[in-house]
């Protein structure tokens, strides 16, 4: 049960191409964002769905199969674990954000959209 601790696992749709770059070591960065939706049906009877964004980074092999594969729309699974950081915008606030370290892609769909 101790590698259940920090783990997440998504299966959406991305919002964008991967964005990608290569830092000063060599590594491989991408980071890209993916919407989860739930439909449930509210105190009325009506059908309601809600989208959820999620803020992914890939690193190394991860991050060059998700250069080479993923764009725009394409449905994916994924599982990873959360990490939150911090940082200072230009105007001096302090901001904090939540991604999901993406360690395992798994492409879904059929093969025609690819």
């Known amino acids: 049960m101790y590698t259940l601790k920090n783990k997440v696992q998504l299966i959406g749709n991305l919002g964008n191409a ?8 060599g590594k491989k960065l991408a ?9 449930y049906r509210n105190a009325h009877g009506e059908k309601v769905k809600e989208t959820t ?10 991050a060059e199969l998700a250069e080479k594969y993923l764009t725009k729309g394409k ?12 940082y200072t915008d230009k105007d001096g606030n302090k ?6 370290e993406v360690n395992e892609l798994l492409l879904l769909g059929s093969k025609a959209e690819a």
Do not use: C, Q
Not at 31 to 37: D, I, K, V, Y
Not at 53 to 62: D, E, F, I, P, S
């Open 31 to 39: 980071r890209f964002s993916l919407a989860t939706s739930e439909s």
């Open 75 to 86: 449905e994916i699974a994924i599982e990873g674990k959360l990490i939150n950081r911090s």
């Open 95 to 100: 901001k904090y954000v939540t991604e999901v």
């Open 18 to 25: 991967p964005e990608v770059k290569t830092i000063e070591s």
């Open 53 to 62: 964004w999620h803020n992914l980074v890939a690193w190394g092999k991860v």
